[in-house]
């Protein structure tokens, strides 16, 4: 079996706003989503998390979300597929910027929250994204909820994909995250997150909310970087996967 990489969500802060531990989560995973200044971030914090994740030689990933600072992009907003394309190229653009001036690679792009999940459900939706990272660069890995309508749309347009599971959330009976808007959506206990990886990693199986037992393909798993147990959930996840 390959192994399972780790990723997380970094490069949140902006402005006076310090968001998540980069520093210290950075050198403990395989990659890194950078915000791209829409729902959160800003040129000083691309441009600092780029040469972090060079200096510890971490894949180097886009996070494009919603313009919703306010909400930290995990808001939905009804938008059309040729705005979700136009949103992707233009944050694609911005942290290009700054991995070519640091001569170094972007690997991936996984969209952010309410886009990332409304992508997954819905196809027109994924279709554009993916038709957007692929006119960007076709040799990007589009990064998607395993089984999920992203990760076909990105298969179906000819990228590599990477289903992706994660720690730190719950899972509704069809696969998708149980929304944050409802109860005991997000995992804080570790040791309940802890068994959660344990199990997708050793049996390809996740619990969700319900108690069913559903098959997931792994490929990458996420921690978000802005939970204040993000740091420690990553270290004990490291010493899973190895």
Request: charged share 20%.
């Amino acid at each position: 079996m390959a192994r399972i990489t780790l990723n997380c969500d970094l490069g949140e802060s902006f402005g006076t706003y310090r968001i998540g531990n980069d520093e210290a989560i950075i050198p403990l995973v395989d990659a890194v989503n950078i915000a791209c200044g829409f729902h959160a971030g800003d040129p000083h914090t691309m441009n600092k998390t780029v040469q972090l994740a060079k200096k510890y030689q971490v894949n180097i990933g886009a996070h494009p979300g919603f313009q919703d600072l306010q909400g930290f992009g995990r808001r939905n907003i009804n938008i059309s597929p040729e705005e979700a394309y136009d949103l992707v190229v233009y944050q694609l653009g911005a942290l290009r910027g700054f991995v070519t001036v640091h001569g170094v690679q972007l690997a991936h792009v996984k969209p952010h929250g309410a886009l990332y999940n409304m992508a997954c459900k819905k196809r027109a939706l994924a279709d554009a994204i993916a038709q957007a990272v692929y006119d960007v660069d076709p040799n990007l890995t589009l990064v998607g909820l395993a089984n999920s309508e992203l990760t076909n749309a990105g298969e179906e347009k000819g990228l590599r994909v990477a289903n992706e599971v994660f720690a730190d959330r719950t899972y509704q009976p069809d696969g998708s995250l149980t929304p944050r808007s409802e109860p005991n959506a997000v995992i804080r206990d570790i040791e309940q997150a802890m068994k959660q990886v344990n199990e997708i990693v050793t049996k390809g199986k996740v619990t969700t909310i319900n108690g069913d037992n559903i098959n997931i393909k792994a490929d990458t798993i996420c921690v978000h970087g802005d939970s204040i147990e993000a740091l420690h959930f990553v270290q004990r996840i490291r010493e899973i996967t190895g």
